[in-house]
Nanobody
Framework: QVQLVESGGGSVQSGGSLRLSCAAS????????MAWFRQVSGKEREGVAV???????NYPDFVQGRFTISRDNGKNTLYLQMNSLKPEDTAMYYC???????????????????WGQGTQVTVSS
C-alpha cells in the first residue's frame, strides 16, 4: 500500500535549520509530483513547496529563499531543507504525492492524493 513517512522534525531556535525527509513506497515515485504542506492546529493546511517530475520547484512567497525542496528518485525520498527558520514556521509538516493534475503547481490540496502522517517542527524565539 502507499506509504509516505516523514522524519527530521524537531525543535530549533529562530534562525536555525532543519532538513525533513519523506520516504515513499507503494507507488511509482518518479511518476508523481511531490509537495510539502504544513498545518497549525485550528488553521488550514498550507503548501510550502512543490516539485514536479523534472525537478522544477515552486514556493509561496513566505518561504521563498529559505526553503528548498528536492527529490531523490533512486531512493524514493523527498526532502525539505529549511533555513533561517522563524517562530511562525512552527507547524506539523506533511509530505504529499499527486498525479501532477491541474493546480498542483499552486499547491492546491485537492490535487494531492496521498499524505504522510506528519512531523512536528517547533521554532523558538
Amino acid at each position: 500500500q502507499v506509504q509516505l513517512v516523514e522524519s527530521g522534525g524537531g525543535s530549533v531556535q529562530s534562525g536555525g535549520s532543519l532538513r525533513l525527509s519523506c520516504a515513499a513506497s507503494g507507488f511509482t515515485y518518479s511518476n508523481m509530483c511531490m509537495a510539502w504542506f504544513r498545518q497549525v492546529s485550528g488553521k488550514e493546511r498550507e503548501g510550502v513547496a512543490v516539485i514536479d517530475l523534472s525537478g522544477n520547484t515552486n514556493y509561496p512567497d513566505f518561504v521563498q529563499g529559505r526553503f528548498t525542496i528536492s527529490r531523490d528518485n533512486g531512493k524514493n525520498t523527498l526532502y525539505l531543507q529549511m533555513n533561517s527558520l522563524k517562530p511562525e514556521d512552527t507547524a506539523m509538516y506533511y509530505c504529499a504525492a499527486g498525479g501532477c493534475n491541474r493546480g498542483y503547481w499552486y499547491l492546491l490540496r485537492s490535487t494531492f492524493d496521498f499524505w504522510g502522517q506528519g512531523t512536528q517542527v517547533t521554532v523558538s524565539s
